[in-house]
């Protein structure tokens, strides 16, 4: 009888592909590896302004939301990355890890081995650092981290207009503190995307124990007398794991895989005829993201990336990155930003910032014919908790997927301040000479019921979804804090589902860091070669 893999991976994302090429170190450990896209083929896949593409639609499920009731019933685009590298081959590449406090909060919650540095080693062996080479950062690992090859002239003034109002520019945000306005370091190198699949499976691929499948979609986890023997693709292959199934499909994905193998809320898979293998209540709760609101003004000129819309100018900036590996196409679109406080006494920064040098850059926003500058706002720690449920028993169906954004009146109310600080910064002198009028919101909105009304209309996720699988000390969570799903043997999982709380950031580092320390983990505990932990 032909063995199969020791190891059968869900998911080629970001912690997916960290995971696959960590375990696959040691020789004689065979890896399998399934995703549910395609191949990273195409160029914009691996060019940085190629982001603005990606929201669009590119290499995405295509899901949405369900109406949020608490914003007028507005259904919102929900980006997921489908394709290999996940959400790290269409994201905006900003790299930024959290603050040190999410961590530690992790730790006081009772998720021992999480606090602060016990992962910050983790950030530092994921990391090839082209600026930064201290306790906070490292070089040599396989993930490009780099400066920003494109700035404007207009970041710069940004960063005046933010001092003036009393906001520092700070060099490294993810360095001793958050606090301030920077330009984002970006996972980048040498001017090209390092998502997890170029960064960690690409040089890797070589290897006779790793095994990468894509566009092979996995139906359920196959569950026999308590334990994940397998999984079953949607063409009916069913495919079966020595050692452990790790589910690694993002904090989307891993609830709607568990609910279709039965496991989840027993009430809601019985509804919907799915056989109950484990009630698990929490799986698919405690869904937490970001709700991105921006400014958008009209520039004075060809201040902004916008120009390079037309035809013959997309041309020649092309030529340029392929001369050069600058100019447009080297632009993440959204490299500037930082971190600042809608609430004076929160513990530490509570808003995020990232300026778009654009507009209508992601899908549904509005672009200025003329050009333009868009400046978005995020409040970091979020009070609402929404879920993830299945429309059905069939794994073609689109998942109900309910952020619950705003349901929390205190959302709300740091929403609106951080879109109103926004307004200031981009009001400031020092940006003057770039930008001709404000033109959303617009003088038209002045009371918290017409910012209101504007942010149901103009808002967007943050692409920062988490916490639908959440890691805890107790029964009631869904994963153990060695990521071990509760009630079922040999299945774990790995990815931002695992989250007990978002962290205060983008989460694509922090994604990263679950693969590097997870695969520590699961060779320690299958006496591989390689443990650390």
Same mark, same amino acid.
């Given at each position: 009888?032909?063995?199969?893999? %020791?190891?059968?991976?869900?998911? #080629?994302?970001?912690?997916?592909?960290?995971?696959?090429?960590?375990?696959?170190?040691?020789?004689? *450990?065979?890896?399998?590896?399934?995703?549910?896209? =395609?191949?990273?083929?195409?160029?914009?896949?691996?060019?940085?302004? &190629?982001?603005?593409?990606?929201?669009?639609?590119?290499?995405?499920?295509?899901? !949405? *939301?369900?109406?949020?009731?608490?914003?007028? %019933?507005?259904?919102?685009?929900?980006?997921?990355?489908?394709?290999?590298?996940?959400?790290?081959?269409?994201? $905006?590449?900003?790299?930024?890890?959290?603050?040190?406090?999410?961590? %530690?909060?992790?730790?006081?919650?009772? /998720?021992?081995?999480?606090?602060? +540095?016990?992962?910050?080693?983790?950030?530092?062996?994921? !990391?090839?650092?082209?600026?930064?080479?201290?306790?906070?950062?490292?070089?040599?690992?396989?993930?490009?981290?780099?400066?920003?090859?494109?700035?404007?002239?207009? /970041?710069?003034?940004?960063?005046?207009? $933010?001092?003036?109002?009393?906001?520092?520019?700070?060099?490294?945000?993810?360095?001793?503190?958050?606090?301030?306005?920077?330009?984002?370091?970006?996972?980048?190198?040498?001017?090209?995307?390092?998502?997890?699949?170029?960064?960690?499976?690409?040089?890797?691929?070589?290897?006779?124990?790793?095994?990468?499948?894509?566009?092979?979609?996995?139906?359920?986890?196959?569950?026999?007398?308590?334990?994940?023997?397998?999984?079953?693709?949607?063409?009916?292959?069913?495919?079966?794991?020595?050692? !452990?199934?790790?589910?690694?499909?993002?904090?989307?994905?891993?609830?709607?895989?568990?609910?279709?193998?039965?496991?989840?809320?027993?009430?809601?898979?019985?509804?919907?005829?799915?056989?109950?293998?484990?009630?698990?209540?929490?799986? =698919?709760?405690?869904?937490?993201?970001?709700?991105?609101?921006?400014?958008?003004?009209?520039?004075?000129?060809?201040?902004?990336?916008?120009?390079?819309?037309?035809?013959?100018?997309? $041309?020649?900036? &092309?030529?340029?990155?392929?001369?050069?590996?600058?100019?447009?196409?080297?632009?993440?679109?959204? !490299?500037? =930003?930082?971190?600042?406080?809608?609430?004076?006494?929160?513990?530490?920064?509570?808003?995020?910032?990232?300026?778009?040098?654009?507009?209508?850059?992601?899908?549904?926003?509005?672009?200025?014919?003329?050009?333009?500058?868009?400046?978005?706002?995020?409040?970091?720690?979020?009070?609402?908790? &929404?879920?993830?449920?299945?429309?059905?028993?069939?794994?073609?169906?689109?998942?109900?997927?309910?952020?619950?954004?705003?349901? +929390?009146?205190? +959302?709300?109310?740091?929403?609106?301040?951080?879109?109103?600080?926004?307004?200031?910064?981009?009001?400031?002198?020092?940006?003057?000479?770039?930008?001709?009028?404000?033109?959303?919101?617009?003088?038209?909105?002045?009371?918290?019921?017409?910012?209101?009304?504007?942010?149901?209309?103009?808002?967007?996720?943050?692409?920062?979804?988490?916490?639908?699988?959440?890691? #805890?000390?107790?029964?009631?969570?869904?994963? +153990?804090?060695?990521?071990?799903?509760?009630?079922?043997? =040999?299945?774990?999982?790995?990815?931002?589902?695992?989250?007990?709380?978002?962290?205060?950031?983008?989460?694509?580092?922090?994604?990263?860091?679950?693969?590097?320390?997870?695969?520590?983990?699961?060779?320690?505990?299958?006496?591989?070669?390689? $443990?650390?932990?």
């Amino acid at each position: 009888m032909t063995r199969g893999p %020791d190891f059968i991976i869900i998911g #080629g994302g970001s912690a997916g592909c960290v995971v696959a090429a960590r375990l696959s170190e040691d020789p004689d *450990t065979n890896v399998l590896l399934l995703e549910a896209g =395609g191949g990273d083929w195409n160029p914009f896949f691996h060019v940085p302004a &190629g982001f603005a593409k990606m929201t669009k639609g590119m290499a995405s499920w295509g899901w !949405e *939301t369900v109406p949020q009731r608490h914003m007028k %019933d507005r259904v919102f685009n929900y980006t997921q990355g489908k394709v290999i590298g996940g959400g790290s081959a269409i994201n $905006a590449q900003i790299y930024t890890r959290g603050n040190p406090l999410d961590y %530690d909060d992790w730790r006081q919650r009772g /998720c021992v081995g999480w606090g602060y +540095d016990d992962v910050l080693p983790y950030f530092r062996k994921s !990391e090839d650092n082209d600026t930064f080479e201290n306790r906070f950062h490292g070089k040599g690992g396989p993930l490009g981290v780099s400066q920003p090859r494109a700035p404007l002239p207009i /970041c710069e003034a940004y960063f005046e207009a $933010a001092a003036a109002l009393g906001i520092p520019k700070n060099p490294d945000i993810n360095g001793e503190t958050q606090d301030g306005v920077c330009y984002y370091q970006l996972t980048q190198r040498n001017a090209r995307r390092s998502s997890a699949a170029m960064a960690y499976l690409a040089p890797n691929r070589h290897r006779k124990n790793l095994s990468v499948r894509t566009r092979a979609q996995v139906k359920r986890i196959v569950v026999g007398n308590g334990r994940a023997t397998g999984v079953e693709l949607v063409d009916g292959t069913i495919l079966t794991a020595e050692r !452990e199934v790790i589910l690694s499909s993002g904090a989307i994905g891993s609830p709607r895989v568990l609910q279709l193998s039965g496991i989840g809320p027993a009430d809601h898979l019985h509804s919907l005829g799915v056989p109950v293998v484990l009630d698990q209540p929490q799986v =698919g709760a405690n869904l937490q993201d970001h709700l991105d609101l921006y400014c958008i003004c009209e520039v004075s000129g060809p201040h902004t990336y916008d120009r390079f819309a037309k035809l013959h100018l997309s $041309a020649l900036a &092309g030529l340029q990155y392929l001369l050069t590996r600058r100019g447009p196409v080297a632009s993440s679109l959204f !490299e500037t =930003g930082g971190f600042w406080y809608a609430d004076p006494d929160a513990r530490s920064p509570d808003l995020q910032f990232h300026l778009g040098l654009g507009t209508g850059i992601e899908k549904g926003v509005k672009t200025m014919p003329d050009g333009g500058v868009t400046l978005n706002s995020c409040y970091l720690r979020p009070r609402s908790r &929404g879920t993830v449920r299945l429309r059905s028993r069939d794994p073609g169906e689109a998942p109900l997927i309910d952020p619950n954004y705003l349901s +929390d009146p205190r +959302d709300r109310e740091m929403s609106i301040r951080g879109l109103k600080l926004t307004q200031e910064i981009l009001g400031e002198k020092a940006l003057a000479p770039f930008i001709r009028r404000e033109q959303l919101p617009g003088p038209g909105v002045r009371t918290d019921a017409e910012y209101f009304d504007f942010v149901c209309e103009h808002s967007k996720t943050s692409h920062h979804c988490t916490g639908t699988c959440r890691m #805890g000390p107790g029964e009631e969570a869904v994963v +153990d804090v060695r990521l071990r799903l509760n009630g079922i043997d =040999g299945l774990r999982i790995v990815d931002n589902s695992i989250m007990p709380t978002v962290i205060s950031s983008n989460t694509n580092a922090a994604a990263i860091m679950i693969g590097e320390k997870a695969a520590d983990m699961i060779k320690a505990d299958n006496g591989l070669s390689g $443990a650390s932990s």
